[in-house]
């Protein structure tokens, strides 16, 4: 079974809803990761904003931001390697790199905002 890891950049929330407007390709993945868990693939997001440690502890994520700079994120391994840099991965290459039919249905925006009370957006 293939392990995957996405290293988000700083932002509010990771589902694309809050704030002034949705994000498209922020909710896209979102969704695409809740159907992957629901097919028991391991997936782990680790944000920046609230996890700054994974980044650290993660020696190839720590080298590619030392070399690069924050302007590489995200990043996805697959495996712990390397597999895309700069922008998230298209349903086209989760599916190759997971064996996996990757579902493209985006639910709609039910209200409410996905951050905490604090109002972060």
């Known amino acids: 079974m293939k392990k995957m890891e996405i290293f988000?950049?700083?932002m509010c929330c990771p589902t694309g809803v809050c704030g002034p407007s949705i994000d498209s390709e922020l909710l896209r993945m979102a969704t695409?990761?809740?159907s992957l868990k629901e097919k028991d693939i391991f997936i782990k997001r680790h944000g920046l904003s609230g996890e700054p440690q994974d980044f650290v502890e993660?020696?190839?994520i720590n080298d590619i931001l030392q070399k690069e700079?924050?302007?590489v994120l995200p990043v996805t391994l697959i495996d712990g390697e390397i597999a895309k840099t700069k922008e998230y991965p298209t349903n086209k290459e989760l599916s190759a790199w997971l064996?996996?039919?990757v579902e493209t249905?985006?639910?709609?925006?039910?209200?409410?905002?996905?951050c905490d009370s604090d109002g972060c957006c």
């Open 32 to 34: 695409v990761i809740n």
């Open 99 to 101: 064996g996996v039919e």
């Open 105 to 114: 249905k985006q639910p709609e925006k039910t209200g409410g905002c996905c």
């Open 58 to 60: 993660n020696k190839v």
């Open 8 to 10: 988000d950049p700083a």
């Open 69 to 71: 700079g924050a302007n």
